[in-house]
């Protein structure tokens, strides 16, 4: 069997990843006639799945260019240049080198009954069939993100696959979790040549050698294991070679360092206030499961850093309105009314934020109307185009973005300016993502190590006992 195999593409594939076309390597492709139809339907419109459904066309343009029918039946070589011009930096970057196929022809096998050919899908799955009959001796794979459709394609014998080149990590096991512990002789064996300072701010500073310190990365936190000088935490600075410079982290836990009346409830909200007040980061990644204090700990730190100390002129909240890209409607409101349903749970920690048992209800609407002014609702439909100077921005849900839309976001920040994504990987509710293909997957990977960002798993939840156990059994 030849080693170059066929793979049939669905259309959720490319419109799913449009670069989709150069990540086969030496493999060929082919397109069925229905793909164009469908490309073409989708091609309206001013959303995200507007564009991507007209930027795979503009390729498919550039690559039938001068061709005539003759060529475009032998195959169009996919060539290097334009595989690596359109590449998104994904895991595999080998320029293509295999032809793509249109069908040109009807086909002329047939499903079984049970199966009309009326349906996209069927009309896709027939594509296959006959592509698989009139090349016996290569692998034909049938491409597709649409689950049902590749079960369909299993029972009427066709092989079919994920599509996986998107894919950021194996397993969310292997992602970056932002701190690691250090074993309990650390000090006996990175503690030799030690030197040691503090800070401009009184802080402690080390500089030490070892081996470790290759596998740590910069705005990495460390931490002794309980019972081994308990309560030790770092911060690396700088990494050159075997040296790393760790800085001892502000403990947000107790006494007088709470942060808008917040005070940090474990070791992990702790490194994540650290990262979010930090004036030189600018872009944090926060992940964890409901109820861990994702939202809670952001907004405190971001009134703090607005209210408190005018380091940011407002903070600019947004999160995904799934369905993703979809107009947020013809209802009376401005878009800030229009967003308001979708934000509940921000609202929710505010309400923490701002309760006072000794305010009297004056005082507590100027509070709000103080912060309506200082916190502004936008949605990601519009993000495109615009620039934001010495804003804090913060996207919830961030899990539920691609990798093209996180980069389309992070790109709007202008100098000055922090973004803040939270998410929780478990809840991705856009169509055709995983834990492992998430745009907030792929930045806290392509981020890691950058000296001017940061990420932080939180690992327990903080809401309440029945809401701990309830995740616990349920």
């Keep these: 069997m030849s080693k170059r195999k066929i793979f049939v593409l669905d259309t959720n594939v490319l419109m799913h990843d449009p670069t989709s076309l150069f990540r086969f390597e030496e493999h060929d492709l082919f397109i069925p006639m229905v793909v164009l ?3 073409d339907g989708l091609k309206k419109g001013t959303t995200e799945t507007a564009r991507s459904a007209r930027q795979v066309s503009r390729m498919f343009d550039d690559l039938v260019a001068g ?3 003759a060529q475009i039946e032998k195959g169009i070589p996919v060539p290097s240049a334009l595989s690596k011009k359109n590449g998104n930096g994904g895991r595999h970057n080998q320029p293509a080198t295999g032809k793509l196929f249109f069908q040109t022809k009807p086909t002329e096998a047939s ?3 049970i199966l009309p050919g009326n349906k996209p899908d069927n009309s896709i799955l027939l594509s296959a069939l006959a592509v698989q009959e009139q090349n016996g001796a290569r692998q034909v794979t049938l491409v597709s993100k649409d689950i049902n459709l590749r079960i369909k394609a299993a029972i009427v ?16 096991d292997l ?28 802080r402690a500073c080390y500089r030490i050698k070892g081996p470790l310190v290759t596998k740590w990365h910069v705005n990495q936190f460390l931490f002794l294991p309980d019972g081994a000088e308990k309560g030790l935490e770092l911060m690396v600075q700088k990494i050159e070679g075997n040296v790393a410079e760790l800085r001892v982290v502000r403990d947000y836990r107790s006494g007088k360092s709470s942060v808008w009346g917040i005070h940090a409830k474990n070791r992990e909200q702790n490194f994540a206030l650290n990262l979010l007040l930090d004036p030189d980061i600018d872009f944090v990644t926060v992940l964890g499961t409901a109820g861990t204090g994702k939202t809670l700990l952001t907004l405190a730190a971001g009134l703090a850093q607005v209210l408190d100390e005018p380091r940011y002129r407002e903070i600019i909240m947004t999160r995904v309105t799934v369905p993703l890209g979809e107009d947020i409607g013809f209802l009376p409101g401005t878009e800030e009314e229009k967003m308001t349903p979708w934000m509940g749970a921000i609202m929710d920690n505010l309400e923490v934020l701002t309760q006072n048992g000794n305010a ?10 103080l912060l309506s002014k200082r916190i502004k609702i936008r949605s990601l439909n519009f993000m495109r185009g615009r620039t934001f100077l010495n804003r804090l921005v913060i996207i919830d849900e961030a899990q539920n973005l691609t990798a093209k839309q996180m980069k389309t976001l992070i790109t709007r920040c ?9 998410g929780n990987l478990a809840q991705i509710d856009t169509p055709y993502l995983s834990e492992t293909t998430s745009g907030l997957t792929y930045v806290v990977d392509r981020f890691q190590g950058w000296p001017h960002g940061g990420h932080v798993t939180l690992a327990r939840g903080e809401r309440s006992r029945l809401a701990a156990h309830a995740s616990d059994i349920l």
């Design 360 to 369: 009297g209800d004056w005082e507590r609407a100027a509070t709000n109307d």
């Design 157 to 172: 014998g066709v092989h079919t696959e994920d599509y996986h080149n998107d894919q950021v990590l194996d397993d969310t």
């Design 37 to 39: 139809e469908e490309l």
């Design 414 to 422: 202008g100098p000055g300016s922090k973004m803040i994504c939270l």
């Design 175 to 202: 992602l970056y979790s932002g701190y690691v512990e250090l074993p309990a002789d650390f000090w006996a064996t990175h503690g030799d040549k030690m030197e040691s300072w503090q800070d401009s701010v009184g």
């Design 67 to 69: 061709k005539n029918h």
């Design 111 to 113: 499903l079984p009954g």
